[in-house]
């Protein structure tokens, strides 16, 4: 290590930690390595402390170029940022110490590409590109199709793939796979490929997913894997004493009360709900109640306002913030010493994700706490905190062969050049989402695309000459393309905007048709009144004090995963079987010990399965599924199972 940034780590840190001192001599060695450790180990530091020792030698060789050397990609733009802060901070510290010892100071720069990131700065990278460039699936799809920034990225020398885990398990990362293997094409050769991940299950599948493939072969991939098993303070909670005794309004309402008490009782709170909408309403209901110091937290807010309550958050500002998903991956807000997760999160995975937010310091115990006020919704909460404490995580399942995802990159890859028909098979597949991609399944694509197929009538985005095996773009494929990109579901929004013209967030077209003037609504927290819209901005006045609706936004709910699924049909079972053998008392006891709930989620879910049985012949479980069939207003029939 070049003898500055070593005397720099030595004041900053005690040493290693653990994952740090497994993976950075692997980084320094130039071989690809997967780390999958706690929140707080060190993760990023791990990536980038030889990364940056490395250019700051070429720096003092004379050998620094002006290109993109590291290629960051993050699955969130806030993230993005404050990766980004994190950067900065110790590159402004390594410059003052320089400074002091008469050392030349580093001149290694940082940037960020993502929707949030002004034209003016694009211009400013394309002319002057950053040694670390740090950007998000979708911007890499559309950069790497890019012919002015494209060329910029001919000799990277490390990727990073940040939070591995919340991608590669969809159709972004399936997108993100074929763009690294664009990426390798480009470049002519290998680049280092660093993965950093949460918990999950199978590591070695992540790892395949990183890897890709050379030569029909996996390529050489070290995995890091240090303990995960964070020390737990978890409990399941109900508002009520019995839910299927009271109104769902009323448990509601309670559930605010207890929110407030522990927000009043903790230094600072992170409460995560499943949607935007949703962490709207928790913000807005909570500061009805008079709880200060509170601040909601989510993608469609400005960048503005998140950086605000970021700081805020970091510099013990806040006694509490709401966030959906913005908040969950490992962006820097300083100490929480409690996360509260209203209703189920959906998978275990998630949910230890959401809840290592608390103590975030590597060590600390993570403290949390589930609220729920709808029966089922207990029932998925209180088999995730079992399955929590048993490290019984859900096995990663990534998607093979998505064919829509691969039609996309085929489109972008029309604009890179004309290719051989072999050539770009080739290349998809060894992508680790599209290695066992047939042949035929490749070439029916193409003619889609082409619209060759007569039973498709689809407008033609690439040629496709099947005589001589070659594709290539069409006029007007870029213009299809990056208004396309991407796997998030899309919809049309509008920019809010103060009376002032400051950015304040953003709204779905759906909820902005159906607004009139003198509506109020609730955004980040805040009631303001509708005044006008123009074009794609929306301007509004505020309006505290005022009653509002709350808006919503596509594509918010989180779907249960497959494990956590069957775990839960087979609680239901156990616990319908635990009543019967044992009574209700019994089962009551068994689940405040086994599941760590209160008496008020014990009696709720044994009233809940009894009355289940005393209604349906049969209980659905595991083992079981429950077919029901009724008659719709219209006279149709229905099945639900």
Not at 482 to 490: A, C, Q, R, S
Not at 528 to 557: H, I, L, N
Not at 603 to 616: C, D, F, G, M, R
């Amino acid at each position: 290590m070049e003898p500055l940034i070593g005397e720099w780590f030595q004041s900053k840190f005690k040493g290693l930690t653990e994952p740090q001192a497994y993976a950075v001599p692997i980084i320094h060695a130039r071989k690809n390595v997967l780390v999958s450790s706690p929140t707080g180990s060190g993760k990023t530091l791990t990536a980038f402390l030889s990364i940056i020792n490395e250019l700051y030698a070429k720096q003092l060789r004379g050998e620094l170029e002006d290109r993109i050397y590291c290629l960051y990609v993050s699955p969130l733009k806030a993230l993005a940022n404050d990766i980004n802060r994190n950067l900065e901070e110790p590159l402004h510290e390594l410059t003052q110490l320089a400074q002091k010892e008469g050392k030349p100071e580093p001149v290694i720069r940082v940037g960020v590409r993502s929707g949030d990131t002004s034209p003016q700065e694009r211009q400013r990278q394309v002319r002057h590109p950053p040694h670390i460039f740090i950007t998000t699936p979708e911007s890499i799809a559309i950069i790497l199709s890019t012919p002015k920034f494209r060329e910029h990225f001919a000799n990277v020398e490390w990727v990073i793939l940040d939070e591995i885990h919340e991608v590669c398990s969809s159709k972004r990362g399936s997108l993100l796979s074929i763009c690294l293997e664009r990426l390798r094409e480009q470049t002519g050769r290998d680049f280092v490929r660093i993965g950093l991940s949460a918990t999950i299950a199978p590591i070695e599948e992540e790892a395949k997913f990183l890897a890709g493939y050379e030569n029909g072969k996996v390529r050489d991939m070290y995995i890091v894997e240090v303990d995960t098993r964070k020390d737990l303070d978890l409990a399941v909670l109900c508002p009520v004493r019995d839910m299927t005794a009271v109104p769902m309004e009323v448990a509601n309402a309670r559930m605010y009360d207890l929110l407030s008490k522990l927000i009043d009782e903790h230094r600072t709170t992170l409460i995560f709900t499943n949607t935007r909408s949703g962490t709207e309403h928790v913000t807005f209901r909570l500061k009805e109640r008079g709880v200060e110091d509170l601040e909601a937290h989510h993608g469609s807010l400005s960048k503005v306002t998140r950086l605000e309550v970021e700081q805020k958050l970091k510099d013990g500002q806040l006694k509490a913030a709401v966030s959906s998903t913005s908040l969950e991956l490992g962006i820097d807000i300083g100490y929480i010493d409690l996360v509260v997760q209203i209703g189920s999160p959906k998978s275990v995975a998630k949910g230890l994700q959401r809840i290592g937010r608390a103590g975030h310091a590597y060590g600390d115990t993570a403290v949390g706490r589930m609220i729920a006020f709808e029966p089922w919704d207990l029932m998925e909460c209180a088999t995730l905190a079992k399955a929590a404490y048993d490290a019984r995580i859900d096995r990663v399942d990534i998607p093979s062969n998505p064919l829509d995802v691969l039609a996309q990159a085929l489109v972008a890859m029309s604009l890179e050049k004309r290719w051989d028909v072999d050539e770009a098979f080739e290349l998809v597949r060894r992508s680790h989402s599209f290695h066992d991609l047939t042949k035929k399944d490749f070439l029916a694509v193409l003619d889609y695309l082409s619209s060759r197929n007569p039973d498709i009538k689809v407008f033609a985005k690439i040629w496709f000459d099947e005589e001589e095996g070659r594709i290539g773009k069409k006029k007007g494929t870029r213009m299809i393309y990056y208004t396309n990109v991407g796997t998030i579901p899309e919809e049309g929004t509008y920019h809010v905007f103060s009376e002032r013209g400051s950015p304040l967030g953003e709204l779905s077209e759906k909820f902005v048709e159906y607004l009139s003037p003198s509506d109020i609504f609730v955004l980040g927290g805040r009631t303001y009144q509708f005044v006008r819209a123009r074009g794609t901005s929306v301007y509004v006045k505020d309006a505290s004090g005022r009653r509002p609706t709350v808006p919503s936004w596509t594509g918010e709910m989180l779907p249960r995963s497959f494990d956590l699924s069957i775990a839960v049909g087979e609680f239901r079972r156990d616990l319908a079987a635990k009543i019967a053998k044992d009574g209700e008392k019994a089962a009551k006891e068994w689940l405040m010990q086994e599941y760590r709930v209160d008496t008020g989620s014990a009696q709720s879910l044994t009233s809940y399965v009894q009355e289940q049985e005393a209604l349906i012949p049969t209980l659905p479980t595991d083992r079981q599924v429950l077919l029901e069939g009724y008659l719709d207003v219209k006279g149709n029939r229905n099945v639900i199972f």
